[in-house]
């Protein structure tokens, strides 16, 4: 006779939240010794999320360097001739949001040809005149990212404009600091010629499953930019960069 | 006919008509109503009160039950019929509405503030205009790139997806993993095929719990709207693809509402408290997964297409999204590609919320500052490069910005039609959206504006686009509503200026078409007649009317629609000559066709005015002159009656001469439809009577010649006629007009000419397409001509009872068929004419006419002519009887041929006679010898000579009664 033990969320795609008492790696007894009858037994359980000693518990991230990661692992203990039976799954934490309120504060922002960075020629560059804001740079994580931009000029025509969604995580270890920026999601906000001095809405949800709160801590740090990528119909490049503060509300 | 001994006496009973009639008068016996009578309906009094069937509806309570009659029909369905399931449900709803009056306001607000009345046209009537207006000849393509996907989906083992949807899902399949698949040079109609099948590929990938893949077929589709290589294929390609995303969004929205239905469905009116969180969480799923669409243009389209579900989220969502949706259009480049995906938004935007108008208005504003983009160097280059004209290039854009300003226009308050008018000012007066405006607004709006929207038009660029679309976009309103009555002639007059002045005789043609039904609408005869002469000036040369048939053709009816007054529409100059441009026979033929529709509904007065007279003539010519071999028999007959319809409408009053020689014309012109000529005969005769009513049967000179020239007139028609049987009845008919004429040669002529054409009846015709005997039509018919002969006097140079023995003549060496009795039954009923013929004063005459009883006065040797013939007869008959031994079938024959003569000797014969009285017991057993003769009818028949019995001068029939046994059956 074969056992097998399944570990079934209630709802597996409900978000645990940290519980009031903070601390970490409890266990409990679900069910007592004892003889379990045949076919499929379901047993409740329940227990709170508390952090051990003064650590924080972060919420669930998974990234390159940095993994947060929180499982459940039952283990079903049997008489010596059976094998010990054990599985575990993963669940989500989010922390509670936070109780104070971000004052939006704009950002503006208007790219030239002057302002640009990185440039080998600038005498090579079409001319062109990019102005827009960004609603806040402190974000909610659940609300999108907005704000306008508008081609006043461009001398070459646009091919396209898209908003891009990085990921910065450094890492503190012996030899200084690591650090890895990802392109977590990337949208395309304009295509073609766009018409000069309108306004083009810039609007992003947060992926669900790849961000976070910006988390900085001693040993690492979890940041969000966004880009503001405008391409020229002769391929010429144009970034904006803009760091962001994500944070639960 | 030969002679024969005779065996049998004949000897006629006298009667006396008049006394008979006198005592068959009813005595006013009152009429009993019995409870009873086979067609008194069925009452119900009591219904009960049913469960139907079908699922979700229930017929009516027991309050709608009445004692109305139940038609049979109805009785056979199962339940109550469909419809008045419907009405009760209704009832019921509307029941149930007024019983939760708290709850009757808020429901009745949101019905008007979501629902789009049927004054609303709906994109399904666009649809396939669209598809048929913007096609393609070249190659198209299509790209798809199924963007990389974790892991392949299972592939479904359902065995309800068919071979060919499994092949094509696999094929799908091979497109995952970031594969790229172009399919190159596909005719339009593949295209409308691949994208049909992609459609179909969606459903079977729902279906088959392949969410991501359905998405991404989605995905995929609408980004094929960012190409615009092939640009005059584009408003069709929009069609056809946002059909799937119309799919798309109907599978979602049903998806999370199923979720809800548990334990019981969401009503219409749901609020976001009555959704559970499973649903709240896979809809926000959705979103959340569209929001991360890399692209524009498919992120767009797609949240778009699940706008609706926005509603499961909570109440003002679709109020948000809207706007946001508007103002992201803006990122694209292609305005034609912008103003697309706009109508699609203001399209479901105008399905899902109706009342959010401000979306609507951004969207049109937003379109306007786009405009200025058609003359970029970017389109301009996209132009040249496809070679694409630029008026040809703007005309792609009035579905979309027509839809658009519909849904704007839609129920809008004047002052903002008005600002859109204005703004069309501010901008140079944008020929495209001018002409938008006019059509999407309310005719009556644009037509009390007109002399505006003239002035408007006469500013506008002549460049980009040409007005004579402005001016027809103008005339299709002013056809439908009035513009003020002083502007009316100077807007014709401005408009036609322009119009006369278009070169293309299609373009030409296609906006005068337009105008012709607002000048008829306002204007008479004059006006008409003067765009008649110039649509007839721009299309003679070089024949450019050939290529505009279907507009001469809406030309005419627009006409027909506003005159019907023919002596005012044929008073017109140029109508005929315009009809004369229809050289096509077969659409000249529809073009009469109709006209004559049209008169035969309209001309309610009988005419003889020439102008109309002519006209018609020329109009019902042309169609019987399309007739020839090939032309279908149904064809013929429609012909035929709407030219029957006008000669029935033309009357010359007490001219009846000319009506005559109209008649003679009207033959010449029509020869070749039979009906026609049949009708000319009716209408000849139809005269002659007349005639005798208007000279009260005493004809003049001259009044007598006419008759007699009708008759010559039918005499010669008839026998130009193939039907057999029309020639013989109008052979009858015209011979009993003679006669009632006096013209006693002539009917004598008709009758004989009858007589001699029986031998060429054919044993069968074929009626409505099936061969079927003649037997019985010609037994109808010989009858009806035995009932003429008694009236018929005999002619002096031929013999007595000469047209009854030549018709005898003709029945006896007529080749009847086979076993059939046919021949006997003649004989039959030609002893009740003999017998009426003996009579001293005959049941009818005709005034003016001595019949044979004047003529021979009851001469003994007539009388004994008479029962000669009679004699001979009935040994006929006796002997056909004889010959009826052989089985089953000859005797039941037998009995029912001896009851028939039977019968006539009862009634005709004097029974007095004692061979006579014998011959008719002789008859009586014969009839019920071998028991076929049915009991009650013999009951019945000896009821009715104990009856006659009674009488004083019949009571010799008591004592034959008594040797009348029945027969039981053995």
Redesign the interface.
């Known amino acids: 006779m074969s056992v097998t033990l399944d570990i079934k969320l209630k709802r597996a795609n409900k978000v645990y939240h940290e519980g009031p008492i903070p601390l970490i790696s409890s266990s409990i007894e679900v069910a007592k010794a004892g003889k379990i009858p045949g076919g499929k037994t379901e047993i409740p359980f329940e227990f709170p999320l508390i952090s051990k000693g003064n650590k924080v518990l972060y919420e669930t991230y998974h990234g390159v360097f940095v993994n947060i990661q929180y499982t459940l692992r039952c283990d079903l203990k049997r008489p010596l001739l059976a094998k010990d039976l054990s599985r575990s799954c993963e669940f989500i934490v989010h922390s509670q949001p936070q109780k104070s309120k971000i004052v939006p504060t704009p950002v503006k922002f208007s790219i030239t040809p002057e302002t640009l960075q990185n440039v080998r020629e600038r005498s090579q560059l079409p001319r062109f005149l990019i102005r827009g804001h960004l609603d806040a740079t402190s974000c909610v994580i659940s609300q999108p990212l907005t704000g306008e931009v508008q081609v006043d000029k461009s001398d070459v025509p646009i091919k396209s404009i898209e908003l891009q969604l990085v990921r910065v995580e450094t890492c503190g270890c012996a030899e200084g600091y690591a650090r890895d920026a990802t392109e977590i999601q990337n949208i395309q906000i304009a295509e073609g010629d766009v018409g000069h001095g309108m306004p083009i809405p810039v609007h992003m949800v947060f992926p669900r499953l790849f961000t976070c709160p910006t988390l900085e801590t001693t040993n690492f740090k979890v940041e969000f930019e966004i880009n503001v990528v405008v391409i020229l119909q002769d391929d010429h490049l144009i970034t904006e960069n803009f760091p962001l503060k994500l944070c639960r509300v | 006919m030969k002679k024969k001994m005779a065996s049998v006496q004949w000897r006629s009973r006298g009667r006396n008509y008049e006394a008979e009639l006198q005592r068959c008068h009813p005595e006013g016996l009152p009429v009993e109503f019995g409870d009873y009578h086979p067609l008194k309906p069925i009452m119900v009094t009591d219904t009960k009160t049913r469960r139907g069937a079908r699922k979700g509806s229930t017929s009516s309570s027991s309050s709608s039950s009445s004692s109305a009659p139940v038609d049979p029909l109805s009785s056979m369905l199962d339940g109550t019929d469909p419809l008045s399931m419907f009405a009760a449900t209704e009832t019921s709803a509307a029941a149930s509405h007024s019983s939760s009056v708290g709850d009757l306001g808020r429901k009745r607000r949101v019905k008007e503030e979501e629902a789009l009345g049927a004054d609303f046209e709906p994109w399904s009537t666009k649809r396939g205009e669209i598809l048929a207006r913007f096609t393609t000849t070249e190659k198209l393509s299509i790209n798809l790139c199924m963007g990389s996907d974790r892991g392949k989906a299972p592939n479904p083992g359902s065995s309800a997806v068919s071979e060919k949807v499994r092949t094509r899902l696999e094929e799908l399949d091979d497109l995952e993993e970031g594969s790229h698949r172009e399919l190159l040079n596909l005719s339009q109609q593949d295209y409308a095929n691949r994208i049909e099948e992609l459609n179909q590929s969606l459903k079977e990938a729902w279906s088959s719990d392949q969410k991501v893949k359905a998405l991404k077929i989605v995905i995929q589709c609408s980004k094929l709207l ?1 190409d615009t290589s092939v640009i005059q294929f584009y408003p069709s390609k929009f069609v056809l693809i946002t059909d799937i995303l119309d799919t798309f969004g109907r599978l979602v929205y049903d998806r999370i509402w199923t979720m809800c239905s548990d334990p019981r469905p969401l009503p219409d009116s749901f609020t976001v408290e009555d959704v559970n969180d499973t649903a709240k ?1 896979t809809c926000l799923n959705w ?2 997964k569209i ?7 498919p ?1 767009l389209y797609v949240e778009a297409a699940i706008l609706k579900c926005n509603r499961f989220l909570s109440k003002s969502g679709i109020q948000e999204t809207l706007p ?1 949706l508007t ?2 259009i ?6 034609l ?1 912008a103003a697309y995906a706009r109508a699609y938004l203001c399209r479901v935007g105008m399905e899902v919320a109706p009342h959010l108008k401000e979306s609507l208005n951004a969207n049109i504003f ?1 379109l306007l ?2 405009f ?2 058609i003359s ?3 389109v301009q280059k996209q132009l040249h490069l496809q070679k694409v004209e630029v008026p040809a290039y703007l005309m792609l854009y009035s579905p979309a910005i027509n839809w658009i300003l519909q849904c704007v226009a839609y129920r809008a308050p004047e002052p903002l039609l008005t600002e859109m008018m204005e703004r069309c000012k501010m901008m140079a007066n944008n020929a495209l959206l001018l002409n938008s405006i006019m059509r999407a607004f309310r005719p009556e709006f644009v037509a009390t504006r007109a002399t505006d929207f003239i002035g408007m038009i006469k500013d506008c660029d002549e460049s980009g686009f040409p007005k004579h679309l402005l001016y027809g976009s103008l005339g299709r309103s002013l056809a439908c509503a009035d513009p003020p009555e002083s502007e009316r002639l100077t807007i014709l007059n401005e408009a036609w200026k322009v119009i006369t002045k278009v070169r293309n005789p299609q373009d030409y043609m296609n906006c005068a078409e337009i105008w012709v039904e607002f000048t008829c609408r306002h204007f008479a005869k004059r006006e008409v007649n003067t765009v008649l002469a110039d649509i007839i000036k721009h299309m003679t040369p070089d024949r450019a009317f050939e290529e505009a048939y279907p507009q001469l053709q809406s030309v005419i009816t627009k006409i027909l629609m506003y005159f019907h007054d023919f002596s005012v529409l044929f008073s017109m100059e140029r109508f005929l000559p315009f009809l004369d441009m229809f050289q096509k026979d077969s659409v000249r033929v529809e073009v009469c066709k109709s006209i004559m529709e049209v008169f035969i509904k309209h001309q309610l007065e009988l005419t003889r005015d020439p102008v109309i007279l002519n006209a018609m003539l020329h109009i019902c010519k042309t169609m019987h002159d399309s007739v020839n071999a090939l032309t279908l028999e149904d064809e013929k007959r429609s012909l035929a009656l709407l030219i029957i319809g006008f000669i029935r409408m033309v009357s010359f009053g007490r001219d009846f001469e000319q009506q005559l020689s109209f008649c003679v014309e009207a033959r010449s012109t029509f020869c070749n439809l039979e009906p026609v000529l049949v009708q000319l005969i009716h209408t000849v005769n139809q005269l002659a009577m007349e005639t005798r009513m208007v000279m009260k049967g005493n004809h003049s000179r001259k009044t007598a010649a006419f008759v007699r020239a009708c008759a010559a007139y039918c005499f010669i028609t008839i026998p130009s006629l193939s039907s057999i049987f029309s020639r013989l009845h109008l052979y009858l008919l015209s011979g009993q007009v003679a006669l009632a004429n006096q013209c006693l040669s002539q009917a004598d002529a008709f009758l004989k000419a009858a007589v001699s054409v029986l031998p060429e009846v054919p044993r069968s015709i074929s009626v409505e397409g099936k061969l079927r005997s003649s037997e019985s039509f010609l037994l109808d018919f010989i009858n009806n001509f035995l009932a003429t002969l008694l009236v018929v006097p005999d002619h002096p140079e031929h013999g007595v009872l000469y047209l009854v023995r030549g018709l005898l003549n003709m029945v006896q060496d007529y080749t009847w068929e086979d076993n059939s009795d046919a021949k006997v039954r003649v004989y039959i009923s030609a002893l009740p004419l003999l017998a009426a013929m003996s009579q001293e004063t005959y049941l009818y005459s005709i005034h003016k006419v001595d019949s044979n009883e004047t003529l021979y006065g009851g001469d003994p040797k007539f009388l004994s002519e008479i029962n000669k013939l009679c004699e001979t007869l009935i040994g006929q008959i006796l002997d056909h009887l004889k010959t009826l031994t052989r089985d089953e079938q000859s005797m039941r024959r037998q009995s029912a041929l001896a009851f028939s003569l039977f019968g006539v000797l009862l009634a005709h014969g004097d029974l007095k006679n004692n061979k006579l009285s014998q011959l008719s017991i002789n008859l009586w057993n014969l009839s019920h010898k071998h028991g076929h003769c049915e009991t009650r009818v013999s009951i019945r028949t000896l009821e009715s000579i104990r009856h006659q019995a009674q009488r004083p001068d019949m009571a010799h029939l008591s004592d034959t009664i008594q040797r009348l046994a029945l027969q039981s059956r053995t």
Request: glycine content about 10%; hydrophobic content about 35%.
């Open positions: 960012s969480e979103f959340f929001a991360s669409i890399r692209e524009l243009l992120r946001r103002a992201m803006r990122g694209m480049g292609d305005p590609v937003d500052t786009t200025r983009q970029g160097d970017s």
